[in-house]
């Protein structure tokens, strides 16, 4: 496999756990969340890892390959699209 095809699988890869911390961690209430996350300094690694993970394929993208601005648009997408959203109407 060629290095853009690994960053495409750690861009879907880190999508993935984004999107499962977002929902089922970050967005509920600390009763509700896995024991493992009750504690604040697993709850902030669990929200560092996916962000660093992003700017880590992002800067492999614009250093090694030719196509970095398709990774930052893919990683801004995905973090804009999937990031946890205030439930005003509740």
Do not use: D
Request: net charge positive; glycine share 6%.
């Amino acid at each position: 496999m060629t290095l853009e095809a690994w960053l495409w699988l750690a861009v879907v890869a880190t999508a993935a756990i984004y999107i499962w911390l977002g929902r089922s961690v970050i967005s509920q209430p600390r009763w509700n969340r896995p024991p493992v996350f009750w504690s604040q300094p697993m709850l902030l690694l669990a929200c560092a890892l996916p962000l660093t993970s992003f700017i880590a394929i992002i800067v492999v993208g614009f250093v090694h390959t030719g196509h970095g601005w398709r990774y930052l648009a893919a990683c801004a997408g995905l973090y804009a699209f999937f990031a946890v959203k205030p439930r005003l109407l509740e």
